[in-house]
């Protein structure tokens, strides 16, 4: 069974950062595309960053210039770097992962931005 285990959420001021990881455990024969999706208190889940297999990072318009995804595949682990955040940027965060062709998702993790 395959489990995906994020944290790094939290409360911080506006312009500050935050840094998101999300392991992946159990039974791995390949990883697929990987991501971070977030949703905001009466909105739909929507994507963040994505990465796939081969590394090439792709981002919502939002968060260009300010998020960075990045993979390690020795630890099967995706990363969120979070700079210069915004309240607009308060959220659940929830990682997402195609492993083996299946679909996984994590339990989430809060991050709260103050003005």
């Known amino acids: 069974q395959v489990q995906l285990v994020e944290s790094g959420g939290g409360l911080v001021q506006g312009g500050g950062s935050l840094r998101l990881s999300c392991a992946a455990s159990?039974?791995?024969?390949?990883?697929?595309?990987m991501g971070w999706y977030r949703q905001a208190p009466g909105k739909q889940r929507g994507l963040v960053a994505i990465i796939t297999s081969g590394g090439t990072p792709n981002y919502v318009d939002s968060v260009k210039g300010r998020f960075t995804i990045s993979r390690d595949n020795a630890k099967n682990t995706v990363y969120l770097q979070m700079n210069s955040l915004k309240p607009e940027d308060t959220a659940v965060y929830y990682c997402h992962s195609v492993i083996d062709y299946v679909s996984y998702w994590g339990q989430g993790t809060q991050v709260t931005v103050s003005s």
């Open positions: 159990g039974s791995i024969r390949s990883f697929n595309s």
